[in-house]
T-cell receptor, first 114, second 116 residues
Framework: DQQVKQNSPSLSVQEGRISILNCDYT??????FLWYKKYPAEGPTFLIS?????DKNEDGRFTVFLNKSAKHLSLHIVPSQPGDSAVYFC?????????????FGAGTRLFVKA | EPEVTQTPSHQVTQMGQEVILRCVPI?????FYWYRQILGQKVEFLVS????????KSEIFDDQFSVERPDGSNFTLKIRSTKLEDSAMYFC??????????????FGSGTQLSVL
């Protein structure tokens, strides 16, 4: 089940620069996309989301872009901070299609170097 | 901020034994989930639960697994006869309701299950 794909297992970025995390999906029924952040020994925590009717959502240093035609979304973090170092999961759901579950990608481990 | 709590944080069991993982979802949430993450792999959906019944389950959630909401606060995952490959971090999650503004899941900090 590879409906949500994060092809980069890790990313290393210098503090103050932009981090770009990418995600692709295959199921065109997905209508809501989310990014979660996970620290070791903790559960995933919600970071930012976007509805399929939008192409951009911004919250402080975090912006999510959605390209529906390419079935691609990305998370931009700018400026990156050492505390952003964590695993980032892309997730998607198809609630309008009656689905109850949220499908997660494999995650990208972000390292922000001071 | 309200949170999802899970107990125990670590559970070690022998292969073939039954385990029960416990969760207390956020009190006014209506949808409950179990996910698991095998070390180094993705977070996998197991089951969703709404209105006192399973609403959706994955192929992982076979007859060895069951969920229950025995009272108004607890949500449990039972594995009847554990296998080595059940070793994983199990996350409970809850959601307020369905709808575009309520899609986000709130996760507990997980139970690390080790089957020996």
């Amino acid at each position: 089940d590879q409906q949500v794909k994060q092809n980069s297992p890790s990313l290393s970025v210098q503090e103050g620069r932009i981090s770009i995390l990418n995600c692709d999906y295959t199921n065109s029924m997905f209508d809501y996309f989310l990014w979660y952040k996970k620290y070791p020994a903790e559960g995933p925590t919600f970071l930012i989301s976007i509805s399929s009717i939008k192409d951009k959502n911004e919250d402080g240093r975090f912006t999510v872009f959605l390209n529906k035609s390419a079935k691609h979304l990305s998370l931009h973090i700018v400026p990156s901070q050492p505390g952003d170092s964590a695993v980032y999961f892309c997730a998607a759901s198809a609630s309008r299609a009656g689905g109850f579950k949220t499908i997660f990608g494999a995650g990208t481990r972000l390292f922000v170097k001071a | 901020e309200p949170e999802v709590t899970q107990t125990p944080s670590h559970q070690v069991t022998q292969m073939g034994q039954e385990v029960i993982l416990r969760c207390v979802p956020i009190s006014n949430h209506l949808y409950f989930y179990w996910y698991r993450q095998i070390l180094g792999q993705k977070v996998e959906f197991l089951v969703s639960f709404y209105n006192n019944e399973i609403s959706e389950k994955s192929e992982i959630f076979d007859d060895q697994f069951s969920v229950e909401r025995p009272d108004g606060s607890n949500f449990t995952l039972k594995i009847r006869s554990t296998k080595l490959e059940d070793s994983a971090m199990y996350f409970c999650a809850s959601r307020l309701s369905m709808g575009a503004t309520n899609e986000k899941l709130f996760f507990g900090s997980g139970t690390q299950l080790s089957v020996l």
